[in-house]
């Protein structure tokens, strides 16, 4: 009996917390008409795979680079659509991204608080000396920004960003063409509002 009473007081408890979140519009920080402008540090991944005289070869290492987004906040539901321009590098190999980017921002009841969802897609460049072509840049995640100023924030972004890209070689009978996949896990950084 205890431990029912107990798991229906949980219940309530949540339930009525869970109220206190508005899916519906945007958090106090997120207004309609403000434009976001984000830059900040990213971390991820480098990973090479080729074959070059019949020998299959892999490559991992950390790759890092830096992001910046332009986002704006539309009228409902507490969404934003943008741009992202993404650099991220390893032994000197690096790739430029640039992708549409649309979020969204549930209203969690904290005044200067900003939690979001993300989706992305767009194009890589591959832009080392020896670069082949690019191809998708895509990505989904979730962050936060925090105000501590009227208009500047601190923010951070997990989730998993996805540049691919061919690199080849060029030398004759040697030629090989490196598929090359740049993942990007961790953004971290400052963002200025402009509001309306």
Not at 28 to 40: D, I, K, L, T
Not at 105 to 113: I, S, Y
Not at 123 to 150: P, T, V
Not at 152 to 159: D, P
């Amino acid at each position: 009996m205890k431990k029912t009473i107990f798991i229906f007081c949980i219940i309530l408890f949540t339930a009525g917390t869970g109220f206190a979140a508005d899916f519906t519009t945007g958090p106090e920080a997120v207004q309609p008409g403000n434009v976001f402008f984000s830059f900040g540090y990213a971390h991820g991944t480098y990973n090479a795979q080729w074959t070059q005289g019949g020998v299959d070869f892999e490559e991992n290492y950390p790759a890092s680079g830096f992001a910046f987004s332009v986002d704006y906040v539309l009228s409902q539901f507490g969404l934003t659509i943008g741009g992202e321009l993404g650099f991220i590098m390893q032994q000197l190999r690096p790739v430029w991204a640039l992708m549409g980017r649309i979020g969204y921002h549930p209203d969690l009841g904290v005044p200067k608080l900003d939690v979001y969802a993300l989706a992305k897609l767009g194009y890589a460049i591959n832009s080392s000396i020896h670069a082949d072509s690019g191809g998708l840049a895509a990505g989904i995640g979730i962050g936060g920004r925090y105000f501590f100023g009227s208009n500047l924030a601190i923010f951070s972004e997990l989730g998993f960003d996805s540049y691919s890209v061919k690199e080849g070689s060029g030398y004759g009978s040697e030629e090989w063409v490196m598929d090359i996949k740049y993942r990007r896990f961790f953004t971290i950084g400052l963002t200025y509002r402009v509001s309306k």
